[in-house]
């Protein structure tokens, strides 16, 4: 039995169906897996981080986004966490995948040191991309391979990119 976490901050698609099962690829194709995810609500982001992350991307739009409206307050962020686990849930059901999980707010590695101690196996973690933060190596995901002591894949959403 394969005991996977996953760790999103947007609804899981197509592409991370595949990724997951190509996480899963090596187990026995009859085990019962043990399907975790966690959305973390993100209470903490650092929106200055934001911007520089947008204008890596050459997304102006979005960095003039991030600057000019206002953060969203925590019942916001919750809903909105709340729909992306509800649709992650769905996408590895029709997937025929089973799956459980939970909203956690803020940064995710509390919630994650607990799946850990409670069997889990390997961490998929699955992010926009966050350039100057990875580079940097400051975004949560980084310590979170530094610390949690089981195999982790970060990947960047809607792709195979693996953030190295």
Known sequence: ???????????????????????????DPDARDDIRVIVPTEM????????????ALLDFEEAFRVVSHAEKGPATLRADAEKILEGSLQTLSDAGLPGRGRVVEGEPLRAMREEVDDGIDQVLIITEPHPVEDTLNIHWSNTAEKTLGVPILHLYWGTGHVDD
């Open 44 to 55: 903490n982001k650092r929106l200055w981080l934001e911007f520089l992350d947008q204008l």
């Open 1 to 27: 039995m394969s005991n996977l976490l996953v760790v999103t901050e947007a609804i899981l698609g197509e592409t991370e169906i595949e990724n997951i099962n190509i996480v899963r690829s090596g187990e």
